[in-house]
C-alpha cells in the first residue's frame, strides 16, 4: 500500500502515521527526515541541499524528486510506504506522480485528517516537545507522567519558539493555501479519504481511516 497522509499542522500527523505504518507493515517516509539525514552525508546531492538549506531558500520541487526517488528506490520501500510532508503544492503532486509512474507505483490513497482551527490552536499552543528524541506532548491532552519529562528518554521537554499564537496564526495561514488546492486536486482523482478528527480519541481516528482503507 501507498499513502499520502495530508492536514494542516497540529492534526495529529505523526501520531496516526506511526499507527498506520505499524498497522499495515509499510515505512513511514517522511520528507523531513530525508532533508535531514541527507544533510548528514558527503554526496552530491547532500551539497546541492545544503546550499539552499544553508542560505534559508526553498528547497526546488527537482531536487526534492530526486531525493524522493533515492530514497523510495531502497529496499524497506517495496512493500509501501507512508509519505509525510509532501506534495505541498498541485505542482509537487503532478511531479509525484510522474516519479512513481516512472518506478512503476501508483498511489492508493490520500489519508486527509480534519480538525478546527480553533482546535488546531489549542493543540499547538500547548504542544511540548523533546528536544532530544522528538516525542512530542500536550499540556492541555498528553502529558507525560512526569511534568515537563519526556517519557521515552526523560530528557527536559521544550515550548518550541514558533508555538506561539501569532506564528501558528501564521502557518496555518500558508498551510490552507498550500494544502488545500492539493486536496482538491486529488479528490478529482478520487482517492481521498477524509477524517474528522475533532472530539475524538486517537483510537476512534485510528479505526476509522482503518475502516475506510478497506472500503476503498
Given amino acids: 500500500m501507498i499513502s499520502l497522509i495530508m492536514g494542516l499542522p497540529g492534526?495529529?500527523?505523526?501520531?496516526?502515521?506511526?499507527?498506520?505504518?505499524?498497522?499495515?507493515?509499510?515505512?513511514?517516509?517522511?520528507?523531513g527526515n530525508i532533508f535531514r539525514n541527507t544533510m548528514k552525508g558527503n554526496s552530491v546531492l547532500s551539497k546541492e541541499l545544503a546550499s539552499y538549506i544553508n542560505r534559508g531558500e526553498l528547497v526546488p520541487d527537482d531536487?526534492?524528486?530526486?531525493?524522493?526517488?533515492?530514497?523510495?528506490?531502497?529496499e524497506k520501500y517495496q512493500s509501501g510506504f507512508l509519505l509525510d510532508g509532501f506534495p505541498r503544492t498541485v505542482e509537487q503532486a503532478k511531479h509525484l506522480n510522474t516519479?512513481?509512474?516512472?518506478?512503476?507505483?501508483?498511489?492508493?490513497?490520500?489519508?486527509?485528517?480534519?480538525l478546527t482551527t480553533e482546535e488546531i490552536m489549542k493543540r499547538l499552543s500547548g504542544r511540548l516537545t523533546c528536544p532530544n528524541c522528538q516525542a512530542t506532548y500536550n499540556k492541555y491532552f498528553s502529558q507525560p507522567v512526569e511534568i515537563g519529562i519526556c517519557d521515552k528518554?526523560?530528557?527536559?521537554?521544550?515550548?518550541?519558539?514558533?508555538?506561539?499564537?501569532q506564528s501558528i496564526k501564521k502557518r496555518l495561514s500558508v498551510a490552507k493555501e498550500q494544502?488545500?488546492?492539493?486536496?482538491?486536486?486529488?479528490k478529482e482523482i478520487g482517492k481521498v479519504i477524509e477524517v474528522e478528527a475533532l472530539n475524538k480519541s486517537i483510537d476512534k481516528v485510528f479505526s476509522e481511516i482503518k475502516n475506510m482503507v478497506i472500503d476503498q
Fill in 153 to 165: 528518554c526523560q530528557h527536559q521537554l521544550i515550548t518550541r519558539e514558533d508555538d506561539n499564537t
Fill in 179 to 186: 494544502t488545500l488546492p492539493v486536496i482538491d486536486y486529488y
Fill in 11 to 31: 492534526v495529529g500527523k505523526g501520531t496516526q502515521a506511526e499507527l498506520i505504518c505499524d498497522e499495515y507493515n509499510i515505512a513511514h517516509l517522511s520528507t
Fill in 99 to 114: 516519479l512513481l509512474s516512472d518506478m512503476n507505483m501508483k498511489i492508493d490513497n490520500i489519508i486527509f485528517i480534519k
Fill in 63 to 74: 531536487l526534492t524528486i530526486k531525493m524522493l526517488k533515492e530514497e523510495i528506490s531502497q
